[in-house]
Every structure is written in structure tokens, then in C-alpha cells.
């Protein structure tokens, strides 16, 4: 079903009742897709334009890989921590600071996946390699980036791998060696998305060249549980 077919009173009604952090992401996503002519019907009664004028004295605008630098940087940093006290009637809430970093992964992430449709393709490698080492630091060290009421890890960041994987390996592809690029897809999927690890083989296969496609043959379809 197409989004244009939508009962428009239902999806106001169905807003309304996201959670803070869903309506952040929206609301990051949203800046990121509107012309900015547009922005004035979106935010002008809400927010002055001239807050975020452009002085001329700025710094030219950053690239992707340079804002996932900085966005690596202030998580490691530990600045999007942010605890309450928690108790049994919040402990399935999120503190602003982790949603504010939950929005800002989703974006970067999402710029991440349009940018490995062009070449050159080593900048967007590296970004992603970037945003998937604070994953895997969350997930060795939980409460050292974000704080976490209840659960902890990476997958409380909620990555729409299904998205972002095939992007990835389409960087990994382009001059990795067969044995390095196989281990590389190996690692992530190992990482992050065992429990789906068959659909993500048949999506690195389909990116890599011959030679590639050899070594993701001699690795498990499957791995053994431990």
C-alpha cells in the first residue's frame, strides 16, 4: 500500500501517541528531507529563523564523514549520558540524552545508506565503520555512551539493518580483499544480526565481486550456538 492511499486523520491520530524519542527521529528525519522554503510552513511559529541565520563567518559545511567523526567523538566522550533514578513505573523510559543521541545515530546512519550509492565510496565506509564501532562499544561497556533504564545494548538504538547492511557491504566491496571483506561481513552480522544472518550473506553476496563470493562461501551459513 502506497503513503499517498493513507487515512490522514488515522496517521494524526497515531502521532499523537509516539513516545518523545519516535517523534524526535521524525522530526530529525523531516528537517533532513524538506527544501527550505518549506521550513517556514513546518517550524515558523514555533521557532525563529533568524536563531540559525547563516553569518557568512561559518565554517564550510561539514561532510558526512566529518559530523559522524564528531558525533563518534561526543558519544565516546560521553555526553549523551544522561540517568534518572529509576523505578518500576519508569524503567521502560528513555532520558532525553539517549534519545537525542537514538535520533542523531538514525540520521547519520540514513545519510549513511543514500551516500553509499555514490562513488567514491571509502568515506561512507568509514563512516559507517565509525557508527557501528559505538554500537559495539555499547554493547561491551553498557551505560558508558548512553544510559539505559532497563535492558542495555545496541539493539535498544534500534538500527534498521535490513537498510543499513546492504549499503555497508556495497562500501566493504568495492577494494577489500575477498579474505577481508568476508571477514568483515562476518564480524557485523556476528555482532549485531546472527539471528538473521542468512538473508545478510545473500546480501553481501549479491554486492560482491567473484572472487568475494568465494569467501563468503567458506563461511558458515549458520553458526553454531554456544
Known amino acids: 500500500m502506497s503513503w499517498s492511499a493513507v487515512d490522514l486523520e488515522k496517521l494524526r491520530g497515531a502521532l499523537s501517541r509516539l513516545k518523545r524519542g519516535q517523534l524526535l527521529i521524525i522530526a530529525h528525519r523531516a528537517v533532513e528531507l524538506l527544501a527550505p522554503s518549506k521550513l517556514e510552513a513546518l517550524l515558523g511559529d514555533m521557532l525563529s529563523p533568524s536563531r540559525f541565520a547563516q553569518t557568512g563567518s561559518e565554517s564550510p559545511a561539514k561532510s558526512l564523514l566529518e559530523e559522524v567523526r564528531e558525533f563518534h567523538s561526543t558519544g565516546v566522550a560521553g555526553e549523551y549520558y544522561d540517568s534518572f533514578d529509576v523505578n518500576s513505573k519508569n524503567c521502560m523510559q528513555k532520558s532525553e540524552g539517549t534519545e537525542e543521541f537514538i535520533a542523531g545515530f538514525d540520521r547519520l546512519m540514513n545519510l549513511c545508506v543514500h551516500a553509499a550509492a555514490k562513488t567514491p565510496r571509502a568515506a561512507t565506509r568509514e563512516a559507517f565503520g565509525l557508527l557501528l564501532d559505538i554500537l559495539r562499544r555499547i554493547d561491551d561497556s553498557p551505560d558508558s555512551i548512553i544510559f539505559f533504564a532497563d535492558e542495555a545494548g545496541s539493539w535498544q538504538v534500534g538500527v534498521d539493518w535490513r537498510s543499513a547492511l546492504p549499503a555497508y557491504f556495497q562500501c566493504l566491496a568495492d577494494d577489500l580483499t575477498p579474505e ?26 549479491r554486492v560482491a565481486t567473484p572472487e568475494q563470493k568465494k569467501a563468503l562461501a567458506r563461511l558458515p551459513a549458520r553458526k553454531a550456538r554456544r
Not at 545478510?200 to 553476496?205: E, I, P, Q, T, W
Open 180 to 205: 577481508d571483506f568476508a571477514s568483515e561481513v562476518d564480524r557485523t552480522i556476528t555482532s549485531f544480526v546472527d539471528y538473521d544472518r542468512p538473508h545478510h550473506l545473500a546480501a553481501a553476496r
